[in-house]
C-alpha cells in the first residue's frame, strides 16, 4: 500500500530567517554603497570636464534612481528589520525624493546649473557612500565594533561639515525654484509648486534641526561605547 501522508512542510527556524535577513541587508547597504560611490564619480569626473552647470546630462537621472531606492528603508524600517526610526526614516527619504523628483527632476534649467547642486551631490554620494559602507561591514562581520575604526571615525565624524553643505544646497535649489518658477508661463500648476517650495522651506529649519540632532545623539552613543572599550 503506497504512503500518501504528506511531508511535513520545512519551517525556516528563528536562526535561519534571520541570517536570511542579514544576507538581504548586507546586498542592500553593499549595493547602495557602489550605487552612491558611482554618484560620487561621476559628479567628481564630470565637474572638471563638463564644468559645474553641465554635469545633470551625466549624474542627474542616476542620482535620481539611485535615491529612489531609498524608500525600501522606509519598508525596512516600518517592517524592524532596521532600528532606524520611522520618522526620521521617512523625513529623510521624502526631503531627498523631493528634490531629485520635483526640485530637479522637473526644473532642470532652474536648478542645475547652480554650484548649489553639484555641492549637495558631492554631500549627499559622500555621506551615503561612507554609511551603506559602515552598515554593510558592520552586518557582514556580525556587529558594529568590529567595524574598522576609520570607518566609523568617518560615519560619526564627516556629518559635521557635509550636513550643513548639503541642507545648503537643498534649500538654495527650493528656493531657486519657489523664485523662478513662473505660473504665467508654465500653468497654474506651476503656482503650486511655488507655494508648495515655499512651504517646503519652512519645514527644512526644524526638518533639519530633528535630523541633525538624531545624528549627534547617534554620535554620542557610539563615541561612549568606543571610549569604554578603550
Same mark, same amino acid.
Given at each position: 500500500?503506497a504512503?500518501?501522508?504528506q511531508?511535513?512542510p520545512?519551517?525556516?527556524?528563528?536562526?535561519?530567517i534571520?541570517s536570511?535577513?542579514t544576507?538581504?541587508l548586507?546586498?542592500y547597504?553593499?549595493?547602495? =554603497?557602489?550605487?552612491w560611490?558611482?554618484?560620487?564619480?561621476?559628479?567628481?569626473?564630470?565637474?572638471?570636464?563638463?564644468?559645474?552647470?553641465?554635469?545633470?546630462g @551625466?549624474v @542627474? #537621472?542616476?542620482t535620481?534612481?539611485?535615491?529612489?531606492? =531609498?524608500l525600501?528603508?522606509?519598508?525596512?524600517s =516600518?517592517?524592524?528589520l532596521?532600528? !532606524?526610526?520611522?520618522?526620521?526614516?521617512?523625513?529623510?527619504?521624502?526631503?531627498?525624493?523631493?528634490?531629485?523628483?520635483?526640485i530637479?527632476g522637473?526644473?532642470?534649467?532652474l536648478t542645475?546649473p547652480?554650484?548649489?547642486?553639484?555641492?549637495?551631490?558631492?554631500a549627499w554620494s559622500?555621506? #551615503?557612500?561612507?554609511?551603506?559602507?559602515?552598515?554593510?561591514?558592520?552586518? =557582514?562581520?556580525g556587529s558594529?565594533r568590529?567595524?574598522p575604526d576609520?570607518?566609523?571615525?568617518?560615519?560619526?565624524?564627516?556629518?559635521?561639515?557635509?550636513?550643513?553643505? @548639503?541642507?545648503q544646497?537643498?534649500?538654495?535649489?527650493?528656493?531657486?525654484? !519657489?523664485?523662478?518658477?513662473?505660473?504665467r508661463?508654465? @500653468?497654474?500648476?506651476?503656482?503650486w509648486?511655488?507655494?508648495?517650495?515655499w512651504?517646503?522651506?519652512?519645514?527644512y529649519?526644524?526638518g533639519?534641526?530633528?535630523?541633525?540632532?538624531?545624528?549627534? !545623539?547617534q554620535?554620542r552613543?557610539?563615541?561612549?561605547?568606543k571610549?569604554?572599550?578603550e
Amino acid at each position: 500500500m503506497a504512503d500518501t501522508s504528506q511531508p511535513t512542510p520545512h519551517r525556516a527556524s528563528p536562526s535561519e530567517i534571520s541570517s536570511l535577513k542579514t544576507q538581504y541587508l548586507i546586498l542592500y547597504n553593499f549595493a547602495s =554603497a557602489v550605487l552612491w560611490f558611482t554618484v560620487l564619480g561621476r559628479t567628481a569626473l564630470l565637474v572638471p570636464l563638463v564644468g559645474y552647470a553641465n554635469i545633470y546630462g @551625466g549624474v @542627474g #537621472e542616476f542620482t535620481k534612481w539611485t535615491q529612489t531606492l =531609498a524608500l525600501l528603508e522606509i519598508v525596512h524600517s =516600518a517592517l524592524g528589520l532596521i532600528r !532606524a526610526p520611522l520618522s526620521t526614516t521617512l523625513l529623510q527619504v521624502a526631503s531627498r525624493l523631493f528634490l531629485v523628483h520635483l526640485i530637479v527632476g522637473l526644473f532642470p534649467h532652474l536648478t542645475t546649473p547652480s554650484l548649489a547642486y553639484p555641492s549637495m551631490l558631492l554631500a549627499w554620494s559622500i555621506t #551615503e557612500t561612507v554609511r551603506y559602507s559602515y552598515f554593510a561591514c558592520a552586518l =557582514a562581520l556580525g556587529s558594529p565594533r568590529r567595524v574598522p575604526d576609520w570607518l566609523v571615525w568617518l560615519r560619526y565624524n564627516l556629518f559635521f561639515v557635509l550636513y550643513p553643505m @548639503g541642507i545648503q544646497g537643498e534649500t538654495w535649489l527650493v528656493g531657486r525654484v !519657489a523664485g523662478g518658477v513662473d505660473p504665467r508661463r508654465e @500653468g497654474a500648476w506651476a503656482r503650486w509648486v511655488k507655494w508648495g517650495c515655499w512651504g517646503a522651506l519652512l519645514v527644512y529649519v526644524p526638518g533639519a534641526y530633528i535630523l541633525y540632532t538624531h545624528m549627534m !545623539a547617534q554620535r554620542r552613543k557610539v563615541m561612549k561605547g568606543k571610549a569604554r572599550e578603550e
